[in-house]
């Protein structure tokens, strides 16, 4: 049996496409809704999901949480903003056929500004997202970028890919940043780590790391567009592990959209 664990928060627009992409993939779906203030529970339920509702803390107790509800020994993890490809989902089923692997990295297409982005460091993109559930446990301490750590057996890799696409337009990219930026300040304190003069340059090196060493100015301007925004982000969590409220953009939410 396999089980496929969406997070959402306020994701009534991206979700129907997601669980649209598990059928034949998937024997259950379940759905942790992390507080949505719009149609995210009846949209999950209408097409057949199990819906759960736990107040969002940070990505990694969520996350734990959902796969503690997975009722299959396997389990798939997506976001609300990706979906499985064609390939993808008859691989699955073919994967838990195979006894010397107990979790398997699935690569990742991302599209950014309506193109797919294959260098900026997102060309190779990969991550663990289906697992035999005895044999993961997830890292402590980090409230985003999540890190699932193998316990027991050995890690495969699936051929096909989950099509990502994290950003509807630039409010959606503000409104993910104030929340992310805000777990990884709050980690960063919780670490007892410290600012250093080294920190000041973080953000103009994210830059040239994605556009010039990750030969994002192959990408065109959806490769510049997000080498800047990459150093935005950094820039936008020191302020915040600083106490600023930093140089963050206020914009009001459209009618029906998500505040973030």
Not at 16 to 27: F, I, Q, T
Not at 200 to 226: C, H
Request: net charge positive; glycine share 10%; aromatic share 10%.
């Amino acid at each position: 049996m396999i089980s496929a664990l969406i997070l959402a928060l306020d994701e009534e627009e991206d979700l129907p496409g997601c669980l649209d992409s598990l059928r034949g993939a998937a024997d259950e779906i379940v759905v942790v809704d992390g507080g949505s203030k719009d149609r995210t529970a009846e949209t999950a339920s209408q097409r057949g999901a199990r819906v759960l509702s736990r107040p969002f803390d940070d990505f990694t107790r969520q996350r734990a949480y959902g796969v503690s509800q997975c009722r299959g020994p396997w389990v798939l993890m997506l976001d609300a903003d990706e979906r499985l490809s064609g390939p993808l989902a008859s691989e699955v089923r073919e994967a838990v056929q195979l006894n010397s692997f107990e979790a398997f990295e699935i690569p990742f297409q991302t599209e950014f500004m309506g193109r797919l982005m294959r260098f900026s460091g997102l060309g190779g993109e990969k991550h663990p997202r289906f697992f035999r559930k005895e044999a993961v446990a997830w890292t402590s301490g980090r409230s985003v970028h999540e890190k699932l750590a193998i316990h027991s057996g050995r890690l495969g890799r699936l051929r096909g890919a989950i099509l990502h696409r994290p950003y509807r337009d630039l409010r959606e990219y503000l409104e993910k940043a104030e929340r992310y930026t805000d777990l990884a300040a709050r980690d960063f304190a919780a670490n007892g780590r410290t600012l250093s003069w080294r920190h000041e340059w973080i953000p103009a090196y994210e830059f040239v790391r994605s556009y010039f060493l990750n030969l994002g100015f192959l990408d065109g301007l959806p490769g510049l567009v997000w080498a800047a925004l990459s150093a935005y982000h950094r820039r936008l969590r020191f302020f915040k592990i600083r106490g600023n409220s930093g140089p963050h953009l206020s914009l009001a939410p459209r009618s029906g959209e998500r505040a973030g």
